[in-house]
């Protein structure tokens, strides 16, 4: 992995399958321990800077940090200085004068966790930047598919609802791809961006384009963000058009959310009661891949600050790669 | 002029007639065999205690319980060389993690390694047993012990004893996934001998 994880462009498709096959072998069953705590990441410290409300992802984090043994810090805005008006970069450099190992960062604005890694050694994972973009939330979601669906390539996928105000959609857009799969984006033209063909993904304006799908990848209509505009004629309109319900489901075709749900807006109560959708396969899969993002970002930063500094002679670490259970 | 040195130090009839010996070695120490498990560290130890166990299934017409550990997580030098562990594992055409099928608590296991060097692995395997129960007890079994230790930790059961140099390497190939049975010495040398 490099340096930060701030955005979905920054990894390839080799990246992403052996960071989800490290979240697979090594994490995946540590919840079915009774002892649920591996020591790898002992002594290290982790803050996670949360400036928006959060449930899923920051207790996930949290989680995901204490179960490595890292020490784990929870910073929220609504109760730290931040309310008395402390800016991005004080609150930055503040918390990086504690040298942390990791910072992970959900905040309002595009751009945030990228301005945050400008001023900390500290490795910076977006967790969420505005409507920017989510890359650990289309790490888990592909994860997800992955657990679900075996191979991805050639998979076909509908984001359907709010794409205009969606981080996840942006990021879901470009890792799906990456992973092979064809996107189609399904939204009122008020909720498209401007411009997304140029990311790639189709477009469509009604939900008749989801027969053809094997995937439905449901948005959550982010009302909060809809203040400043009239997006939508009405919501009623917007769910007899856009709600996907059972009667959308058939062909094993699946659907994910990434929650939180409103239920009776994207998505029918029905859909979200059926065990036809894996919202809580994505929730559980959240950890493991958490926990390998962290682990993979200090182990491979590591290994390549010593390989850098020379301290690996020439030849020898591909011997060690083969022999590595050898040796020990 | 430099060159590496190869040869082959045991064979492959050989190597099987020492792992025969070792699965006589634990019946002989520890007689119950529904209290014992055979634990193997992956990669090759994990073939190894399949190869115990089922020598020892013979003997006995009893069947044993065997499990595999990965201890990559466990390891005391996660930062410089976890990366290469987790690049080597995912270099395998099938990865595998820990798979323990059965409980641990109050089980005689016995660790299986093919090669014992520093004793770190096997600190790292202790480890991670404890974090899955508490057995009564852990035995250490090892096809080639070549020394070097860096920490208190002696074997149980040794195939053999290869006294070798630091730089020096050991390598224990089986057929499941090398294709034979042999253990190879190989050293760089400054001047072969001819």
Known sequence: ?????????????????????????????????????????????????????????STSFELAGKRLSADVINVKADSSAVGKGESLKDTTLTLNAYRPDIIVIRHPHVGAAAFVARFTEAHVINAGDGMGEHPTQCLLDIFSLQQEFGELGGLKVAIVGDVLHSRVARSNIIGFQKMGMKVTLVAPPALLPRGVEALGAGVANSLDALEDMDVIYLLRMQKERHEDANYLPSMREYIARYQVGLEHLGGGRKVLHPGPINRGVEISAALADSGENLILQQVEAGLAVRMAIMYRIIVDNAAAAVEAAGETTAGASEAEVKNIHAVG | MSGVFVKTVVSADQLGRTIVRISHEILEKDQDPGQLALVGIHTRGAHLAHRLAKLIEQFTGREIAVGELDISLYRDDVAARGSLTVRSRLAQPEIKGTNLPFGIDDMTIVLVDDVLFTGRTIRAAIDALFDYGRPSCIQLAVLVDRGHRELPIRPDFVGKNLPTSQDERINVRLSEVDGKDEIVLEATREEVES
């Open chain 1, 1 to 57: 992995m490099n340096r930060h994880l701030l955005s979905m462009n920054d990894l390839d498709r080799e990246d992403i399958e052996s960071l989800l096959a490290t979240a697979r072998v090594d994490f995946l069953d540590l919840s079915k321990r009774d002892i649920k705590k591996v020591p790898t990441l002992r002594g290290r410290t982790v803050i996670d800077l949360f400036y928006e409300k959060s449930t899923r992802t």
